[in-house]
């Protein structure tokens, strides 16, 4: 009787385990559609968001040679140079090349003013002091030169593009008014501690902002010359790399140690009064940091070392502080993920990194996917051309891409 109710049992069991399974739902597969894209594109939505492509190609051309790219802050225009130091410009939302000068001895680095003049100059150079200002319209043809002391560390404009400035190997920081035809025939020469690493100037605030080597220090000027505020670093060994929010309310410093950038460390103060807001220690190296233009929302991406059972392995991550110093999200990124910050939306809800070679992922505010691109690959190779280096303007709206098949890309944000 007992070996009869057991067998029963379990046919009961098998039974009812039958219709569970020719019940349940069916897993949900997701299903990838390629469009045709003029963009030269690759959208995948399955599993990456809602798929809408997030950015829209404008155009890819040519670069034989590329050296150095820079996009002007309002996207308006884009710059490059090539190894013999030949400068172009071109118009950002067509592609045109406006001009060409022939080879500038030297010239490894350019800015791009947002009036279309192009700052061309020898990075770290002492036998090179001076930037040329290349006319929007007719290139070398009606250049101007800025001479300077000591070798050009950095350059960086105001946010009004009105101003130049020129941080040198000497300590000096010099200011130039800028107008398409003219600029200042005598420049404020500032003299500060330390030589600018790293530089920055306000949109709405008439300040500068620079990271110092040597002295390990984050210092503010005023335009008007004056100094406003300074933070000294007390471990002799970092450095800081800076950035200012455009509405000139919020600085941000990443300081690392060492040449390979090692344990990276943020600092957020308020810049109108130099009071530290907060710091973290990232436990990272090879930080990316971007900050929206109000200055509510910080993006960080850097890389760590990890442990699995395969041994030491690195991985980059990605996360986003609120200036109150709050994570907005967990970090993002491990094995099979490694992002790399290039873009930041002007209120902080559109985030995108480069993935890889050839991959561009845009996230949202909370760090949820809402999309993921791939350039297409070679017709030729069938390989997926490398990013080199992605370069985002001010707002966030459009991105520079130079890649690794001597082309260029500039993209706009369609959403």
């Known amino acids: 009787m007992l070996k009869r109710m057991l067998i029963l049992g379990a046919f009961a069991l098998a039974v009812g385990a039958g219709v569970r399974v020719a019940t349940a739902p069916v897993p949900a ?31 890819t051309r040519s670069a034989p040679g590329v050296i150095a790219v820079a996009l002007a802050p309002n996207g308006t225009s884009v710059a490059w140079v090539d190894k013999r130091g030949s400068v172009r410009r071109i118009v950002g939302e067509t592609g045109k090349t406006l001009w060409q000068t022939p080879a500038l001895k030297g010239i490894n680095r350019l800015v791009v003013a947002p009036q279309g003049q192009v700052l061309a100059f020898s990075q770290m150079n002492p036998a090179a002091p001076s930037v040329r200002v290349l006319h929007p319209q007719w290139g070398a043809n009606r250049a101007l030169s800025l001479p300077v002391e000591g070798a050009i560390w950095r350059v960086a404009l105001s946010g009004a593009g009105d101003k130049v400035l020129v941080g040198t190997g000497k300590s000096y920081l010099y200011q130039f008014s800028l107008a398409p035809d003219a600029v200042t025939k005598t420049p404020k020469r500032i003299s500060i501690q330390g030589i600018p690493l790293s530089l920055c100037a306000g949109a709405s605030e008439a300040v500068a902002l620079f990271g110092t080597w040597q002295d390990n220090a984050v210092g503010v000027w005023g335009l008007d010359g004056l100094p406003r505020w300074r933070y000294d670093e007390r471990e002799v060994d970092r450095t800081f790399e800076v950035q200012l929010s455009a509405d000139g309310g919020t600085a941000v410093g990443v300081s690392t140690r060492g040449g390979k950038k090692l344990e990276a460390r943020l600092h957020v103060w308020d810049a109108r009064t130099g009071r530290l807001l907060w710091i973290e220690d990232l436990g990272a190296f090879d930080p990316k940091v971007l900050i929206s233009r109000d200055g509510s929302n910080i993006a960080v991406s850097c890389a760590k070392m990890s442990s699995y059972n395969t041994g030491a392995t690195v991985e980059r991550k990605l996360t986003m502080f609120s200036r109150e110093g709050r994570r907005l999200f967990a970090d993002k ?45 070679d017709q030729r190779t069938g390989e997926a051309p490398v990013i080199k280096e992605a370069i985002s303007s001010d707002d966030g709206e459009f991105l520079l891409l130079q890649r690794g098949d001597d082309q260029i890309s500039l993209y706009k944000a369609a959403s």
Do not use: H, Y
């Open 333 to 377: 990124g491990g094995l099979f993920f490694a992002p790399e910050l290039v873009a930041l939306s002007a209120g902080g809800g559109r985030i995108t990194v480069r993935d890889g070679s050839g991959s561009l992922w845009s996230l949202d505010r909370d760090g949820r996917t809402v999309s993921r691109m791939r350039l297409a690959r």
């Open 29 to 59: 597969v997701a299903v990838s559609s390629v469009p045709k894209s003029a963009d030269n594109l690759r959208q995948e939505s399955g599993g990456f968001g809602d798929g809408r492509p997030r950015w829209r190609e404008l155009w």
